[in-house]
């Protein structure tokens, strides 16, 4: 089953940028994945269970990284544009 997946990551902290990068930076680099940025979120599109596996392992790295961060997820199953 295909997913589309729209995340958003709010580092608190004043230096806001790096970290969101580092995270984009990261989800880019699978090639199973699709990924598009827009100026308020990321969105991922991928097979379920590829697509949690990875959100997993970013999110961990991501909170062990910053004291403090948001990450806000909609997923949505059967997207329409693939």
Known sequence: MRVSVDISLYPLQEDLIP????????????PDLDVATNPMSTQIRGEYDR?????????????????????VIKILNNPIAD
């Not at 970290?19 to 699978?30: H, S, T």
């Not at 949690?52 to 990284?65: C, G, P, R, W």
């Open 51 to 71: 697509v949690m596996e990875l959100l997993q392992t970013e999110m961990k790295i991501t909170f062990e990284a910053l004291p403090k961060a948001v990450f």
């Open 19 to 30: 970290p969101i990068l580092d995270v984009i930076e990261r989800l880019k680099r699978d």
